[in-house]
């Protein structure tokens, strides 16, 4: 069972300024007034309590909600000096260019539509009454150079469940950051309630394949001609693991 924390408001305008910051990543009490058209002194009453019921944190003026995600990490591997940590919405263009460039050669749908629907909707993180998202990611310097992304189901039926998608670039690989990426993901994902975690493949993505079967994922189902790579029909192949 899903153990996502129950959004409990106490006022129709407190929620409607949660549901802003929400869809938004992060704003200013001035994008609040301006949009809410709320009094600037509720407003800035009912951030207040959410932020003392532990719904939003405020920094500088920016507001922006909090998630459970723990601390960055830092690691060193041949070298190579990396950090590990929850991601901002101030990633939003480096995590969506490290997806892409991943992703590239076409044979990681599922990361490619990731990098889709977080672009479109400009907000990296989502915790709302229907949708969890959460991403980690990795840097080197100031450089997003891999990630994990971790997205429960809106199904009551499938509450249990998560998708989990994880990639480096490749001139970071071979240092352990994928590992680190994905032992993140699934401690978030523990903690969070999450029973199983899946991903999808093409076949031909044999490097990510082996990835996670070296991690304990094991091969659930294969669908024959699922994708079409060029002129070339690849089958699917459906991964979980269970926490």
């Not at 989502?126 to 990630?147: K, P, S």
Request: hydrophobic content about 40%; aromatic content about 8%.
């Amino acid at each position: 069972m899903n153990e996502q924390r129950e959004l409990e408001f106490g006022h129709d305008d407190r929620e409607r300024v949660y549901d802003f910051v929400e869809r938004h990543g992060e704003c200013t009490f001035a994008d609040l007034e301006r949009r809410l058209r709320l009094d600037p002194r509720g407003i800035r009453h009912h951030v207040a309590i959410l932020r003392r019921d532990g719904y939003v944190e405020v920094d500088d003026g920016s507001i922006e909600v909090v998630f459970e995600d723990g601390a960055a990490e830092e690691y060193r591997d041949d070298g190579v000096a990396f950090v590990v940590r929850p991601a901002h919405q101030s990633d939003l263009t480096g995590l969506v260019g490290a997806i892409r460039q991943v992703a590239e050669d076409g044979r990681y749908i599922e990361a490619e539509s990731v990098a889709d629907v977080i672009d479109h909707e400009e907000v990296l993180l989502r915790h709302n009454d229907l949708e969890e998202r959460m991403f980690f990611v990795a840097t080197v310097g100031e450089d997003v150079v891999g990630w994990v992304h971790v997205a429960g189901s809106e199904l009551d039926k499938l509450q249990h469940t998560a998708e989990l998608t994880v990639g480096v670039i490749d001139s970071y690989r071979g240092h352990g950051i994928g590992s680190h990426l994905l032992e993140r993901g699934l401690e978030w994902a523990g903690s969070r309630g999450y029973e199983k975690i899946y991903n999808s493949v093409p076949a031909s993505n044999e490097d990510a394949i082996a990835f996670l079967e070296a991690h304990g994922w094991e091969t659930e189902a294969t669908r024959a001609d699922h994708y079409k790579l060029g002129d070339e029909y690849v089958e699917e192949v459906m991964l979980a693991v269970r926490l």
